[in-house]
């Protein structure tokens, strides 16, 4: 009994874990757990701000023309009927690794400050690197010219109307996992000649910021 008692004693305490040792194993998991969660981490990082650093996408006015344009004017009345239509052609240029998602918009016609016309600029997503094209037809409203007609009596009777156009996009481009928010726009100032049709003194200004 003695002899079998002192066996299993001493295969007892020979198969027992080692407290130590399990501990060092534990603490070893840990920091290599740890460690390939910083690297991928900074990887991320990294990525973030050099491969994928977003960039500001850009909206330029490439062609502005006349489409429509109709006028009469009643020297009696001091009464102006105006009529105008033009063709606006719009590009959008995505720097990014990744593709610019813009929401939907609208592109203004403004004349001396005032809201005068508009047209619908549909949601669209443009993919990485690529450059969209659009083509737009803005024409004037004529119940929006009521308020000017004194200054409109004035610009046709001197052969220049002075208009704006104003397009602004607003969406987001997705880096990895961060969605970083971009708006890009661009305003142009321009007169019309009437009595030959043509566009001249085209001045425009492009902002982009996230």
Same mark, same amino acid.
């Given at each position: 009994?003695?002899?079998?008692? /002192? ?16 501990? /060092? ?24 701000? +050099? ?7 850009? @909206? ?8 429509? $344009? ?5 020297? #009696? ?7 105008? #239509? ?9 720097? *990014? /690794?990744?593709?610019? /998602?813009?929401? *939907?918009? #609208?592109?203004? $016609?403004?004349?001396?400050?005032? &809201? ?14 690529? +450059? ?15 308020? *000017?007609? #004194? ?11 002075? &208009?704006? +156009? ?20 661009? +305003? ?11 566009? *001249? ?6 902002? @982009?910021?996230?």
């Amino acid at each position: 009994m003695d002899v079998e008692g /002192k066996a299993l004693k001493a295969g007892g305490s020979s198969s027992s874990p080692n407290p130590a040792s399990s501990r /060092k194993r534990r603490k070893t998991c840990c920091l290599a757990v740890i460690g390939t969660v910083i690297g991928i981490v900074l990887l991320i990082v990294i990525l973030a701000f +050099t491969v994928f650093k977003a960039k500001r996408p850009v @909206t330029t006015f490439e062609d502005l023309s006349i489409k429509d $344009l109709d006028f009469s004017i009643d020297i #009696t009345r001091l009464a102006v009927r105006l009529n105008i #239509t033009l063709d606006v052609d719009v590009s959008v240029k995505n720097p *990014n /690794k990744v593709g610019f /998602k813009y929401s *939907n918009s #609208t592109a203004l $016609l403004n004349y001396r400050g005032k &809201l005068v016309g508009e047209a619908p600029l549909l949601a669209d997503k443009i993919s990485a690197g690529e +450059t969209k094209h659009m083509n737009l037809s803005v024409t004037i409203l004529a119940d929006r010219l009521l308020s *000017n007609m #004194t200054e409109i009596f004035s610009d046709v009777n001197s052969d220049v109307l002075p &208009l704006n +156009t104003y397009i602004k996009l607003s969406g987001k481009v997705k880096i990895l996992f961060f969605k970083i928010h971009a708006t890009t726009s661009t +305003t142009c100032d321009f007169n019309i000649y009437i009595s030959n049709r043509t566009i *001249n003194e085209q001045r425009c200004e492009y902002k @982009t910021k996230f």
